[in-house]
């Protein structure tokens, strides 16, 4: 059929790649003429297109079965496979019409957001199913325009396009394209199937040496790669011997010297390519070794064995680093860094940079490593294509980075690269979409200091560059007050460092004073004015640049302006006046400073009075929040207080019945039977009041029920497979329909086994069973996750008698130098709140608030920031500052020791049984344990109104003799108990 025959014949060298490993990268003409057959007559099973045609009304069969057809069986078969087909076409044309809907849909939204990557792949993937060549072309292309394209994507395009490639000038296309395609990633599957492609084109004119020297980049790009790179090395010995084959003399003819010359030239070509592959360590270098051997059919020289034994001691170097690489799952960065190290510490530029980009291509998307590569590359290898195509790569790859942008900027200029393409690739990163306000401040910093080093200040005023600088200068100011104003809702540049270095420029470089002045004014009116620095640096500039005049009047102003260091700025305009001023400027000078530092004064002191009488106010509210509290812990304690008379009463119902009463602390089932036996027993069994009363049937269902949820069996067998899930409220409705709920999302649930107290009532706790261990783990990510205004815990279920030091709580214990702790925050106080008042410090990484079980909130918090410096500074601008009324307390996090619980003095983890602790860790009761003959009884003056305690002493009188001191009585003593009798 046509659109079999439109495909090429297999170019030489392609071997079976064509085969059926490509069945399902079939190329759009594939399966175009796939669906030709389809509409005409195939059914189900017709793919392969191997059947002749058959002519309308040819009523002939092929198959065996078609000899058994009876009178009119045939007409009949054709009509119900007939039928068959137009089903088939009304299916294709509606899966059709549903492509087309599609296709268009995605084209409609990549004109609306050009960076959706997976917009892009699915389009692809549509119209290479359909069949749409040229949409197909277009749509590849505006990706690789926009992303770096993975080996995959690379190769399905490459093989679309060799296969329809036909003409010499089609093949031309094909190889731009793979030019394209060995930028993005160092991936050797390309590069092996780019130098495969060259094979089949050595027929034409110069085809051999365009093949060879296509081999021999792929050498330099991955012939270091130690597991994949002898594919390469194979295929160009392969390929050079091939070569060397056709160079053989035919039997009965004599070779010319020109031809023993090619042929001894060939020769050395294969020598040298087994020299150089022997002495680089790759995998199976002895199998290379040997095929050496045999090939050469001579003794190897001794310097071929040198190198080859100083590969394979490389390689054994080298074979921890490939083992941990084959044994570990991507991406493998902890890998690759320490491969990294290795190699940077070994020092062959050539391996570190082969390293760097076999980890860059399975972590495209880390800007670390992208930033450690371009860095070694600029100071170690200074190659210019190199350097700048990783460069390229790192933004394409990680265009939101900044700092990728700014060394990239830098290289540019570093290697004279034309000044247009340096302006075109500033343009780009401004496009490139930035997190923060203060990114965009660095890439302009890094794009004028460029613009800057490129001027000639000795020339005239008027100079190209100069007026380029300038008006650089003046965009980028009015960029970062409009466009970046309104998308961050922040200047991303208060100190206005960009309109001080125009300033210095202007009055350093070109001797223009007036216009540093005017960008000083703009710099003043942009709330700079309460700030001593900023006075002093612009001080300091006209003191080197301008004149006494202007230096004084700028003080002057800095004076009655400046309110963070008034006295500083006050000595700095004292001892200006010293050197340069006369008496009456000095006078001048002394009665400003001091009638500025009056008011400064008063209102440190309204200031100081104000905050002692918060603080007091503070004291007093503590006070009474103190006080109330013992007040409230009084009353509690007097209402628990049992009376003389019912001592005795809750000395029983602790320590156990006495004889014939029964214990109130039993399980009701066991009270409920005691009551009946002592019914039947006392022949009460039919009186009203005792006798048990009859159950209804939904009644025993309702406690059938009950008995059911209170038994919460847990097969330990599936502890990876369950969760533990705690603090839900108790009044929640439908717990289980809630569990499910919320977990169902994580893979399919075997089982909740919600836990009822023995009336009945929700505990507030569950196990939750899944099918899959990966659903438990996945779960775990929903704790401290607010469920009806509580956090839920969600913990793994792990039994803590096998496993005593199995601890579940999730934060740092120890000193964390990139987070703060914030104390003394108002309850109201939100994530948005912290996150407004510490941005302005660093970047964020984590806010966390700090809530009681219930959800509530203590008025502490953590903020991790992205550094150490960035903590730090937080701490030094943000302790002692002011929320919301409320002075907080700021601190690096350095959270206590979690140990056992101080008041008792148990530790944690302790299994000790439960009756040997109370609920603050004494004893179960406050009995006196002591025999009442050695108590201590009041003293003997000790008297009460109702003369209970006057009573107690003269029946105990003979007790408390005995137990008053354990000593030895004397003959005296004893007098004086006779007398007293």
């Not at 599609?102 to 359909?130: G, P, T, V, W």
């Not at 040997?290 to 034994?309: I, R």
């Not at 590969?311 to 991406?331: M, V």
């Not at 009186?687 to 009859?694: E, L, P």
Request: with cysteine; glycine share 6%.
């Amino acid at each position: 059929m046509a659109s079999e025959a439109a495909e090429p014949p297999m170019e030489p060298g392609d071997k079976e790649r064509d085969g059926a490993g490509d069945r399902d990268r079939a190329g759009p003409g594939d399966r175009a003429g796939d669906r030709a057959r389809d509409r005409g007559r195939a059914g189900p099973g017709d793919s392969s297109g191997e059947e002749e045609e058959m002519e309308p009304g040819d009523g002939t069969g092929t198959g065996s079965g078609d000899e058994e057809m009876g009178p009119g069986d045939g007409d009949g078969d054709e009509a119900e496979a007939d039928s068959g087909s137009g089903e088939e076409m009304d299916d294709s044309s509606d899966d059709e019409q549903e492509n087309e809907a599609e296709i268009q849909r995605l084209e409609e939204q990549l004109s609306i957001s050009a960076y959706d990557y997976n917009c892009h792949i699915d389009l692809i993937k549509l119209l290479r199913q359909e069949g749409e060549l040229v949409k197909l072309r277009c749509a590849r292309q505006k990706m690789s325009e926009l992303f770096p394209l993975t080996e995959e994507l690379w190769l399905d395009w490459l093989k679309d396009e060799i296969r329809m490639a036909e003409k010499p000038h089609d093949r031309e296309k094909v190889y731009e394209l793979f030019e394209k395609a060995i930028i993005d990633y160092i991936c050797p599957e390309i590069w092996l199937e780019y130098a495969q492609y060259s094979i089949g084109g050595i027929g034409l004119q110069g085809g051999i040496e365009r093949a060879r020297g296509i081999f021999d980049r792929a050498l330099t790009a991955v012939g270091l790669h130690m597991t994949k790179g002898v594919a390469i090395w194979e295929a160009f010995r392969e390929f050079e011997n091939a070569i060397l084959g056709t160079m053989q003399a035919l039997p009965g003819t004599i070779v010319t010297p020109d031809q023993q010359e090619a042929m001894n030239k060939q020769l050395d070509r294969v020598h040298a390519l087994f020299k150089r592959q022997l002495a680089i360590p790759l995998l199976d270098m002895e199998s290379t070794y040997a095929e050496y051997e045999e090939w050469a059919d001579e003794v190897l020289n001794e310097s071929v064995k040198q190198f080859y034994k100083k590969a394979l001691q490389q390689l054994e170097k080298r074979k921890p680093f490939e083992e941990a690489l084959l044994a570990a799952d991507p991406p493998k960065l902890a890998e690759y860094q320490a491969y990294i190290d290795f190699e940077v510490k070994d020092g062959d530029p050539a391996r570190i940079q082969i390293t760097f980009e076999r980890a860059l291509s399975e972590n495209c998307l880390v800007p670390d490593l992208w930033a450690r590569y371009t860095v070694y590359l600029d100071r170690k290898l200074k190659i210019k294509d190199v350097v700048l195509s990783a460069h390229e790569r790192a933004v394409r790859n990680c265009p939101w980075i900044v700092g990728l942008w700014k060394r990239y900027l830098l290289a540019l200029e570093r290697h004279q690269v034309e000044h247009k393409i340096v302006t075109d690739t500033f343009e780009k990163a401004l496009n490139a979409g930035f997190i923060q306000a203060t990114d965009y401040v660095e890439l302009w910093q890094a794009f004028l200091d460029y613009l800057r080093r490129r001027v000639d200040f000795s020339e005239a005023d008027s100079s190209k560059e100069l007026e380029e600088l300038r008006s650089a200068y003046s965009r980028g100011v009015d960029y970062l007050k409009q466009d970046i104003e309104q998308r961050f809702s922040e200047s991303g540049d208060p100190s206005c460092t960009i309109l001080q270095n125009w300033a210095r420029i202007e009055a350093r470089l070109c001797r223009n004073m007036q216009k540093a002045r005017e960008l000083w004014d703009r710099i003043m009116t942009k709330g700079n004015a309460k700030y001593a620095n900023m006075w002093l640096e612009y001080f300091n500039l006209e003191r080197a640049h301008g004149d006494p005049q202007h230096c004084r009047k700028a003080l002057h102003r800095a004076v009655q302006c400046t309110t963070d260091y008034p006295e500083h700025v006050s000595e700095v305009l004292l001892t200006f006046e010293r050197v340069e001023g006369s008496l009456e400027d000095w006078d001048l000078a002394v009665e400003k400073t001091e009638t500025r530092m009056n008011h400064i004064n008063e209102w440190r002191a309204k200031a100081a009075l104000k905050e002692a009488l918060q603080t007091k106010q503070e004291e007093d509210k503590n006070i009474q929040r103190k006080k109330g509290r013992s007040e409230k812990k009084a009353a509690k304690k007097a209402q628990k207080q049992p009376t003389t008379g019912d001592k005795r009463k809750a000395d029983e119902e602790e320590w156990g019945a006495l004889p014939g009463k029964p214990n109130k602390k039993r399980r009701a089932g066991e009270l409920e039977e005691t009551e009946e036996a002592m019914a039947t027993e006392c022949g009460l069994f039919g009186r009203k009041g005792i006798a048990k009363t009859v159950e209804s049937p939904a009644q025993q269902k309702q406690k059938a029920v009950v008995a059911t949820r209170n038994k919460v069996l847990h097969d330990n067998s599936k502890d990876d497979l369950t969760v533990f899930v705690s603090n839900l409220a108790y009044s929640m409705p439908d717990p289980e329909d809630k569990m499910k709920e919320i977990f169902a999302s994580f893979g399919q649930i075997a089982d909740i086994r919600l836990v009822y107290s023995n009336r009945g009532h929700f505990r507030g706790y569950c196990y939750v069973e899944f099918t899959e261990k990966g659903a438990a783990i996945n779960a775990l990510k929903l704790d401290r996750q607010e469920l009806e205004g509580r956090p839920m815990f969600i913990s793994p279920c792990v039994d803590k008698a096998k496993n005593p030091e199995f601890k579940v709580f999730r934060y740092s214990s120890s000193l964390e130098k990139h987070k703060i702790f914030i104390s003394g925050l108002p309850f109201s106080c939100t994530r948005e709140d912290l996150e407004e008042l510490c941005k302005e410090h660093g970047n964020l990484k984590e806010i966390r608030l700090v809530t009681n079980r219930s959800g509530k909130p203590k008025g502490l918090a953590y903020v991790e920031f992205e550094n150490e410096t960035q903590a730090s500074l937080a701490v030094l601008k943000l302790d002692g500052a002011v929320l919301k009324d409320h002075t907080i307390s700021v601190a690096i996090s350095n959270p206590p020791q979690r140990k056992g619980n101080v008041e008792t003095g148990r530790p944690s983890g302790s299994f000790l049984p439960r009756q040997v602790y109370g609920a603050r860790g004494k004893g179960r009761t406050q009995l006196a344990l002591v025999p009442r003959a050695l108590q201590r009884l009041p003293a003997p003056g000790t008297s009460t109104e109702n003369g209970t305690l006057r009573e107690q002493d003269d029946n105990a009188k003979g007790d408390s003799t005995r137990a008053a001191d354990m000593k030895k009585m004397t003959n005296a003593d004893f007098a004086k108990m006779l007398l007293r009798k």
